[in-house]
């Protein structure tokens, strides 16, 4: 079974509808991301939380909301869905290094969202 | 803020030939510098990373190089094999102000057989 596992994999859906992709992750890491991949555009960060009571924007947080319902849990919502919130949506984890910042990222296989 | 610029966007090697990805970063704070790679249908997935107090950093077939005076640095794959064909991304991060990783806009690298 994956380390970080994304639902849905592809969701199809109209203009204003709200949306909701789920992640979960049995790494045991207190710090998890959602990014959003478009083509050119490498992968850019939209919310990302160090543990249960912390959250935090990231580049492009604007259309979204996320919630972090456990330390092994974080969902992004897209409230009022719009086309150009079509992309492919990867949750991320990692670990907490002291004296080391930042270290690795584990992504899951990525949630294909297309909005009509 | 940081930004990450990586090149070329498309690179298509011979197999058994060396490929070069290069990324340039603007923000002197940047200390770390992961390298992923993406498989069709799949997460990035981390091959290599450098910290700002090394210059240099190999694994096997890779290898990547920093030069912070410059702010760039590069992935080197040499023999390439067909397997090495995905989407590569450049990253800098820093720890210091609040958390910030820039990913660059990728590179998609075909080996031929």
């Known amino acids: 079974d994956a380390d970080v596992t994304q639902t849905p994999r592809n969701r199809i859906t109209k203009t204003g509808k709200r949306i909701m992709l789920e992640c979960s992750q049995t790494k045991g890491h207190d710090r998890m991301y959602w990014y959003r991949q478009d083509p050119g555009l490498g992968l850019r960060l939209i919310y990302y939380?160090?543990?249960?009571?912390?959250?935090n924007k990231g580049e492009i947080s604007d259309g979204y909301s996320v919630s972090r319902q456990a330390q092994a849990k974080f969902s992004l919502s897209l409230e009022s869905a719009i086309p150009n919130q079509t992309a492919l949506y990867f949750c991320?984890?990692?670990?907490?290094?002291?004296?080391?910042?930042?270290?690795?990222?584990?992504f899951g296989e990525g949630s294909r969202l297309t909005v009509l | 803020g940081e930004n990450v610029e990586q090149h070329p966007s498309t690179l298509s090697v011979q197999e058994g030939d060396s490929a070069v990805i290069k990324c340039t970063y603007s923000?002197?704070?940047?200390?770390?510098f992961p390298w992923y790679k993406q498989e069709l249908g799949k997460g990035p997935q981390l091959i290599i990373d450098i910290r700002s107090n090394v210059g240099e950093k190999k694994d096997q077939r890779i290898a990547v190089t920093l030069n912070k005076t410059a702010k760039h640095f590069s992935l080197h794959i040499t023999e390439t094999q067909p397997e090495d064909s995905a989407v590569y991304f450049c990253a800098a991060s820093m720890h210091t102000g609040g958390f910030k990783t820039i990913f660059g806009a990728g590179t998609r690298l075909f080996v031929k057989a």
């Open positions: 939380s160090f543990d249960v009571k912390d959250i």
């Open positions: 991320a984890t990692s670990d907490k290094i002291p004296g080391q910042g930042l270290g690795e990222l584990f």
């Open positions: 923000d002197s704070a940047s200390n770390y």
